[in-house]
């Protein structure tokens, strides 16, 4: 059974760090891309970023560039998203989502398949 | 990088069949066939319902169907259920920018 687990949420103020994680289990976690989405309080769901299975391709939101960034632990099964710059804008449940399976080419972002439960990111002073 | 367009509601009683339309552009919707739809329930995570506009992944009921015609793509869900009351959004990856779009979401009330 495929199984995404967000960690790592919490309250920071503006201007603070904080770094997500996502344990993976009950597929082969490189063979496919992870990707981050966020849903603002009331709001609806936006992309953040995403990752191929071997790191190759990576993309994020025009907001989150440069602030944010998207790795991957292949041998831990583990996804994550360093946030720097926090901003009240930022503030939002985050999911991992695993994307498609990456064998040569790949569209990362092609579809979302599994999510996790998500994980809350509250920027506040 | 601008989001999908879709109805903030739509509504149908038990039986019927009700279609959530989700307009892009020639550069997602319209020029490619990534197109998907998640069902959201309240305090849930998303589902994913339908991908590359009309695949239903395994176990998604063939109650739920999608399309697209030119820049608009389109989810149907026929012989509503009490259980189908959710949120749907769409989204579109472009191979173009290599971007995720979602649309804004649509609140379906089953009457």
């Known amino acids: 059974e495929v199984q995404l687990v967000e960690s790592g949420g919490g309250l920071v103020k503006p201007g603070g760090s904080l770094r997500l994680s996502c344990a993976a289990s009950g597929f082969t976690f490189s063979s496919y891309s992870m990707n981050w989405v966020r849903q603002a309080p009331g709001k609806g769901l936006e992309w953040v970023s995403y990752?191929?299975?071997?790191?190759?391709?990576?993309n994020y939101v025009d907001s989150v560039t440069g602030r944010f960034t998207i790795s991957r632990d292949n041998a831990k099964n583990s996804l994550y998203l360093q946030m720097d710059s926090l901003r009240a804008e930022d503030t939002a449940v985050y999911y991992c989502?695993?994307?498609?399976?990456?064998?040569?080419?790949?569209?990362?972002?092609?579809?979302?398949?599994?999510w996790g439960q998500g994980t809350l990111v509250t920027v506040s002073s | 990088q601008s989001a999908l367009t879709q109805p903030a509601s739509v509504s149908g009683s038990p039986g019927q069949s009700i279609t959530i339309s989700c307009t892009g552009t020639s550069s997602d919707v319209g020029g490619y066939t990534y197109v998907s739809w998640y069902q959201q329930h309240p305090g849930k995570a998303p589902k994913l319902m339908i991908f590359?506009?009309?695949i239903r992944p395994s176990g998604i009921s063939n109650r739920f169907s999608g399309s697209k015609s030119d820049n608009t793509a389109s989810l149907t869900i026929s012989g509503l259920q009490a259980e189908d009351e959710a949120d749907y959004y769409c989204s579109s990856y472009t191979r173009r920018s290599r971007v995720v779009l979602f649309g804004g979401g649509t609140k379906l009330t089953v009457l």
């Open positions: 989502a695993r994307g498609p399976y990456c064998g040569g080419d790949c569209d990362p972002g092609r579809y979302l398949d599994y």
């Open positions: 590359d506009v009309s």
């Open positions: 990752i191929s299975g071997r790191s190759s391709y990576i």
